[in-house]
């Protein structure tokens, strides 16, 4: 489990691929102290178990599943990803719950300055739009970040200086494609509400059985 509050930015380092899948070096700088093999790390919104330690590099396995729907495909060595260690009991809690389970992709519409803020716009499909609300949280490449405009097809986000600094968020540009991790909460109340549509429960079998 995360939070959403990137602690650091790496660098991929290696990129070796096997039959379908890749095995990804990442520059943890001072995040691998006491970082152990099988610890959990979300990398740009993507949580990956670390294999292998070597220095500061550690190493992560991505199957042929992460690759096809996240933009950890799209990485060459020299990218820049999100980095954050998963939560530990007792530490502070600053974002919102983030799994590391990537439900979609996004890509950069617009950003457009508004004062001291930036606001990304971004288009995404209309299945990661039924499970957003306005001013609901949302994890953009593993950032955790507010709803500010929704559409059916489109939402955005408004962006303070320090999170373009200390994110990747600070580099994109129009076109770039992000990874999207909708609310779990949400997630979860959508399955529900789906399962009593297709059940055999209507209002007149309430009525019928005195529940209305």
Not at 25 to 36: I, K, M
Not at 55 to 66: K, L, M, R, W, Y
Not at 129 to 152: N, W
Request: with cysteine; aromatic share 6%.
């Amino acid at each position: 489990m995360f939070t959403g509050i990137v602690e650091q930015i790496g660098k991929v380092t290696r990129l070796d691929r096997r039959g379908g899948s890749v095995r990804l070096a990442v520059d943890l700088g001072p995040l691998t102290v006491g970082t152990r093999i099988g610890d959990s790390v979300c990398i740009s919104g993507v949580c990956l178990t670390v294999v292998a330690l070597d220095g500061t590099v550690a190493d992560f396995d991505a199957i042929e599943e992460t690759l096809a729907r996240t933009t950890l495909a799209r990485l060459t060595i020299g990218d820049m990803v999100n980095l954050e260690r998963a939560l530990a009991a007792g530490d502070r809690f600053g974002g919102h719950f983030v799994q590391g389970h990537v439900d979609g992709l996004a890509t950069v519409a617009r950003i457009v300055p508004k004062g001291t803020e930036v606001r990304f716009h971004f288009k995404a499909e209309r299945k990661l739009g039924r499970m957003m609300i306005p001013k609901g949280s949302i994890a953009i490449d593993g950032i955790s970040l507010t709803i500010a405009e929704l559409g059916e097809d489109h939402f955005a986000v408004a962006i303070i200086p320090h999170t373009l600094e200390v994110t990747t968020l600070g580099a994109k540009q129009v076109g770039d494609s992000v990874n999207i991790e909708t609310d779990m909460l949400g997630k979860y109340v959508l399955k529900q509400l789906a399962g009593f549509q297709q059940s055999d429960i209507s209002e007149g079998f309430l009525r019928e059985h005195g529940f209305a």
